[in-house]
C-alpha cells in the first residue's frame, strides 16, 4: 500500500503557490490539508483561491472546484470521510 506525505506535500505546495497562485494549487493545497487533517487551514486556503479566484474571473471552472470543496467543508461533508 503506497503511503502519502501530506505534510511534505503541503511544504512544496506553498512554495509553489508563493511562487505563482493558480487555481490548481489552491485546490491542491486544500485538499492535502483536509487529509492531515488540518480543517481550518484547508478551509482558510479554499477561501483564499476563492477570493483570487474572483478577481480574476478567467479561471471559471477552478472557481468552479473550489466553491465544491468550500461548500463540501462547509457542511461538514469532508467530516465523515
Excluded: C
Excluded at 24 to 48: I, K
Amino acid at each position: 500500500m503506497q503511503q502519502y506525505q501530506f505534510r511534505e506535500a503541503v511544504r512544496h505546495l506553498k512554495k509553489a503557490l508563493d511562487a505563482v497562485p493558480l487555481p490548481a494549487f489552491y485546490e491542491t493545497l486544500g485538499s492535502a490539508l483536509w487529509q492531515l487533517p488540518d480543517l481550518t487551514e484547508a478551509e482558510r486556503v479554499v477561501r483564499e483561491g476563492l477570493q483570487h479566484l474572483m478577481e480574476n474571473a478567467e479561471h471559471e471552472a477552478s472557481l468552479d472546484n473550489l466553491s465544491g470543496l468550500n461548500s463540501a467543508m462547509t457542511r461538514g461533508i469532508w467530516l465523515e470521510r
